[in-house]
């Protein structure tokens, strides 16, 4: 069965830390991953999309990387701030089909 | 660009009243989805489509309908609410199969 977990559900953290976020997946045969932001009553925001042949991509304090190998994609946030307080999402798009499954997510709190 | 368009934004209905959720993007895109999101429950995937014409059943399609009769447009019925049809719903697109995916703001439903 594929599913993603995401780990921890909500997480807490001042400002100024440098933190990971987890995406973990039981089948590896996904064509690509996409990191997104969720503010509280928004729609999901795309933050990052990393191929399979990929290791990692960056963008600004943002750095996802994938290890196909053991299941795994991490999303570093240098750095943090406030306004990085929201839930982020991965979401894996398996070859099969294009198929989509999603996490349930990480809720992250930057304190001031 | 406005990206993808939901409306309405907010809806109240009474149990077996019916609605029409739309869905619009004016990016060109092929695959265009449809999710509901519930606490605890994550994104779910009602009804999909990958092209004009075409749609297809997701995870959770009993109760609801859809369409799409202009590539740019997919539309989400409700013929009879029921309360636990009670959500948030999201709808999205991409280009292509295996391409990154962009959501719309979402629909917060409440059936009483």
């Known amino acids: 069965k594929q599913e993603v977990t995401q780990i921890p559900a909500a997480l807490s953290v001042p400002e100024g830390e440098n933190l990971v976020l987890n995406c973990s997946f039981t089948d590896s045969a996904i064509y690509n991953l996409q990191w997104f932001r969720q503010d509280p009553g928004k729609g999901l925001t795309s933050l990052l999309l990393i191929q399979s042949s990929q290791r990692e991509q960056t963008s600004g304090r943002l750095n996802a990387s994938l290890d196909k190998s053991s299941g795994r994609s991490t999303l570093y946030i240098a750095a943090s701030q406030p306004g990085d307080s929201a839930t982020y999402l991965c979401?894996?798009?398996?070859?099969?089909?294009?198929?989509?499954?999603f996490g349930q997510g990480t809720e992250l709190s930057v304190k001031p | 660009n406005a990206g993808v368009t939901q409306t309405p934004k907010f809806r109240v209905l009474k149990t077996g009243q019916s609605m029409t959720l739309l869905c619009a993007q004016d990016m060109n895109h092929e695959y265009m989805y449809w999710y509901r999101q519930d606490p605890g429950m994550g994104l779910r995937l009602i009804h999909y489509s990958v092209g004009e014409g075409t749609t297809a059943k997701g995870e959770v399609p009993d109760g609801y309908n859809v369409s799409r009769l202009k590539k740019q447009n997919f539309l989400l019925g409700l013929e009879s609410a029921a309360p636990s049809q009670t959500s948030v719903y999201f709808c999205?697109?991409?280009?292509?199969?295996?391409?990154?995916?962009?959501f719309g703001s979402g629909t917060q439903l409440s059936v009483l």
């Open positions: 979401a894996l798009i398996y070859n099969q089909g294009g198929k989509l499954i």
């Open positions: 999205a697109s991409r280009e292509r199969k295996y391409e990154k995916l962009f």
